[in-house]
């Protein structure tokens, strides 16, 4: 059932200079505070899910916002940016329309508690399972609850990440999708690809 996901290849090349988003990796966009990851991580969403013909590659996504950045308002503006690039003509009803059923693309789970995290893994999986046109899973802000996951035991903020890299590894074994998601601090990497991504 997984391979018919749609592909990301080719996604957006000023991000993803080498090829797009193989199937089953996952990217990590990392860097300080206040320097546009949650930007990318949208402008990433939004190249998904239009039509191919408007530039997209007419696929579902899953946003798990522990960050809460995630606007309504810009995401509209970010997709109608990728149709207006595609070069199609478009009229205004049709772009509408088109907006529409992108923000009807996106499942957007938030979090705000470790076991709302917790929680939202069990109904990504059931997700994947029942909608074959998800290909991407982006999560906003991986870390997010680190403190109140280790304020009875403290651990590494590098064992916590490790820890949590590892359960979305064993949703990939199940599902051919990609990962996004962003930290504030850790190692740029990826599996998979060769592709690092900074922002």
């Known amino acids: 059932m997984a391979h018919k996901r749609p592909f990301l290849d080719n996604l957006d090349a000023n991000i993803l200079p080498c090829g797009g988003l193989k199937p089953k990796s996952l990217v990590e966009i990392s860097g300080a505070s206040n320097t546009g990851k949650s ?99 982006a999560i906003d802000t991986l870390d997010a609850f680190y403190w109140a996951d280790t304020h009875k035991k403290l651990v590494r903020m590098t064992t916590h990440y490790n820890k949590l890299v590892t359960k979305l590894k064993q949703l990939f074994l199940q599902n051919n999708y990609h990962a996004l998601n962003h930290t504030i601090g850790l190692t740029i990497w990826t599996s998979k690809s060769n592709c690092q991504i900074m922002s």
Do not use: M
């Open 39 to 137: 930007l990318v991580l949208n402008q990433l969403i939004a190249r998904c899910l239009p039509p191919t013909y408007f530039g997209g590659k007419y696929c579902d996504a899953i946003l798990i916002d522990l960050g809460h950045k995630f606007s309504v308002q810009h995401f509209e503006k970010l997709v109608t940016r990728v149709i207006n690039e595609s070069g199609e003509k478009c009229t205004p009803a049709e772009n509408i329309t088109v907006i529409h059923n992108c923000l009807n693309s996106v499942t957007a789970l938030n979090c705000y508690t470790a076991e709302d995290f917790d929680l939202a893994f069990d109904i990504v999986e059931d997700i994947l399972w029942e909608n074959q046109n998800v290909s991407l899973l």
